[in-house]
């Protein structure tokens, strides 16, 4: 996976980004998206302080999933 050259921004990040220029807080907040959060999306939720992700599909990512396990943020699939 080479996350490094993605031109894009993941709408996990989108969502930071837009929240924090809005003044919006989101620690304790839950997550509804269409994939699971890949590793780098994964990182800034936690430390952003999202409890709970609702995705829609997988996304071939074990460090995403071990990392939302060992912060604590509940990963559901809907």
Known sequence: MKHELCRGVHAEQNVIIQ???HG??????T???T???????AK???N?????????DGYDDPLALD???RAGVVLSKL
């Open 19 to 21: 929240a924090a220029f």
């Open 24 to 29: 919006v807080a989101v620690a304790g907040a």
């Open 31 to 33: 997550l509804y998206c």
């Open 35 to 41: 994939n699971q959060p890949c590793s780098i999306c």
């Open 44 to 46: 800034m939720l936690i």
């Open 48 to 56: 952003a302080g999202i409890k709970k992700v609702y995705y829609r």
């Open 67 to 69: 990392m939302f396990d």
